[in-house]
């Protein structure tokens, strides 16, 4: 069977960077995923062999809420052209599903510990993610042409 995610990258020391899950909560059914990855820059020695990725899973019914948010870093593994258009590699990449798959492991945990966790019906598959650079607004486009981001300003 043909996998129809790619592996650009290779998914490196993913860490639980926060954990919240609340038994108060009514609000619609919803469950959002989402992710920012850092800029090329962050790589000081030059190569752009890696990115730091922090991704978001986020769920909320009538009964209760969860967001776990974890980090990791995601190496170029030189299959694809990765710097074409990051946000496109990472949104196929089995190295996001597998973090989706420990994001979606540590919320059962935590609704675990609330005795909550049998009340989301969360997909084996990650849902459509949210994808943005680190540092940019969800309003401005992961990746733009300096041409496009001039201020206006003289």
Same mark, same amino acid.
């Given at each position: 069977?043909?996998?129809?995610?790619?592996?650009?990258?290779?998914?490196?020391?993913?860490?639980?960077?926060?954990?919240?899950?609340?038994?108060?909560?009514?609000?619609?059914?919803?469950?959002?995923?989402?992710?920012?990855?850092?800029?090329?820059?962050?790589?000081?020695?030059?190569?752009?062999?890696?990115?730091?990725?922090?991704?978001?899973?986020?769920?909320?019914?009538?009964?209760?809420?969860?967001?776990?948010?974890?980090?990791?870093?995601?190496?170029?593994?030189?299959?694809?052209?990765?710097?074409?258009?990051?946000?496109?590699? +990472?949104? &196929? /990449? $089995?190295?996001?599903?597998?973090?989706? *798959?420990?994001?979606?492991?540590?919320?059962? @945990?935590?609704?675990?510990?609330?005795?909550?966790?049998?009340?989301?019906?969360?997909?084996?598959?990650?849902?459509?993610?949210?994808?943005?650079? +680190?540092? &940019? /607004? $969800?309003?401005?486009?992961?990746?733009? *042409?300096?041409?496009?981001?001039?201020?206006? @300003?003289?």
């Amino acid at each position: 069977m043909i996998s129809m995610f790619n592996k650009a990258f290779i998914l490196a020391d993913p860490r639980v960077l926060g954990v919240e899950a609340h038994s108060d909560h009514a609000t619609d059914p919803h469950l959002t995923w989402s992710c920012s990855y850092s800029t090329p820059e962050m790589d000081e020695d030059g190569d752009n062999d890696f990115r730091v990725v922090i991704a978001t899973l986020h769920g909320a019914n009538e009964e209760a809420s969860f967001t776990i948010t974890m980090g990791s870093i995601f190496i170029d593994s030189g299959v694809h052209d990765v710097n074409a258009d990051y946000a496109q590699q +990472l949104e &196929k /990449s $089995e190295a996001l599903e597998s973090l989706y *798959d420990l994001c979606r492991l540590q919320a059962r @945990t935590a609704l675990g510990m609330l005795s909550m966790e049998g009340i989301f019906e969360m997909p084996s598959k990650a849902p459509e993610v949210e994808i943005t650079e +680190l540092g &940019k /607004s $969800e309003q401005e486009p992961a990746e733009t *042409d300096e041409s496009e981001s001039a201020t206006g @300003t003289d």
